[in-house]
């Protein structure tokens, strides 16, 4: 019961704010996002990624560990994602990023802190840092079908990254005025992609057959193959439990705001009500994850 309380907690604040956004959307169909869009890209993500990385207690040593682990879970999920938008005859490219790029961040990191307490907050903010950084890389080519170095150039969370990574080899303590300020732009994102999110809801079209399976696909063979890579590095203790339950996340809210900003409308609308659905069916697929994790890895 306990953990349904916490999940409550935690995605209660998600369908609040994206309900706010869907009643400003009902009132005003002309409401413009783009402002959100930009703002988010440009400045929100990066203070996103900085406070991410520097202020919750990872180490490089981690850092580069759990990026390897979030590559081999990114390659399952896109080979079994493939597979299933082939099937359902969708984009194999604009369409992919919702499959492989779970909200590990501002609902994952809350729930492996309940579960693990702090010394797996510092795992659960790795894993959450480098889906981040794939989301600006990785996401962006993906919903343009397209390499592109300029984007990488171009696109400040990679030098939000390069910057936090530089401040963990270091072990440069962040300054207190600039942790403030990151944490600020951080939940400020937050609040304003949920509510574009909302505002997108009121004209969605899309298929809710085809949005229940591939939500289910997120959701329930994330973890399964999470649970490969835990046997094949034999990971142990609360470092497996915390890649488990990251791996289990629904949908990541950033997918909406890359494929806004490079996807057309119709695969924005798909995204979106991937996102939606994933969340609410996690609802009842983490507690299971969770259960197991606690279980097997303590």
Do not use: W
């Amino acid at each position: 019961m306990e953990i349904y309380i916490k999940i409550f907690e935690v995605i209660f604040p998600v369908f609040f704010v994206i309900g706010v956004g869907y009643y400003l959307g009902k009132k005003n169909p002309k409401f413009d996002t783009n402002f959100i869009t930009i703002f988010a890209g440009n400045i929100g993500t990066p203070a996103m990624i900085f406070y991410t990385v520097t202020t919750t207690g990872i180490t490089l040593n981690i850092f580069i560990h759990y990026f390897v682990y979030a590559l081999l879970m990114i390659g399952g999920f896109a080979l079994i994602g493939l597979v299933l938008l082939f099937l359902l005859r969708k984009d194999l490219s604009m369409e992919l990023p919702p499959l492989i790029l779970p909200n590990t961040g501002n609902m994952g990191i809350p729930i492996c802190l309940f579960a693990y307490g702090t010394e797996g907050l510092g795992i659960a903010s790795a894993v959450a840092s480098v889906i981040i950084l794939f989301h600006f890389t990785l996401g962006i080519f993906l919903a343009k079908k397209k390499f592109s170095l300029d984007v990488v150039i171009k696109s400040p969370p990679v030098y939000a990254i390069i910057i936090s990574v530089i401040f963990l080899f270091f072990q440069i303590q962040t300054p207190l005025f600039l942790e403030n300020t990151t944490f600020l732009l951080t939940y400020a994102t937050i609040f304003l992609v949920l509510m574009s999110l909302g505002i997108a809801l009121t004209k969605l079209k899309f298929s809710l057959k085809d949005s229940i399976l591939l939500s289910l696909c997120r959701v329930i063979l994330g973890p399964i193959i999470a649970f490969i890579i835990i046997y094949y590095f034999n990971l142990s203790g609360f470092a497996a439990g915390v890649l488990l339950i990251q791996s289990a996340m629904p949908s990541a809210i950033l997918n909406y705001l890359v494929g806004s900003m490079y996807s057309p409308k119709k695969i924005v609308d798909s995204i979106a009500s991937t996102i939606v659905v994933s969340t609410i069916i996690s609802f009842f697929t983490i507690p299971i994850v969770v259960f197991f994790a606690l279980k097997y890895f303590i």
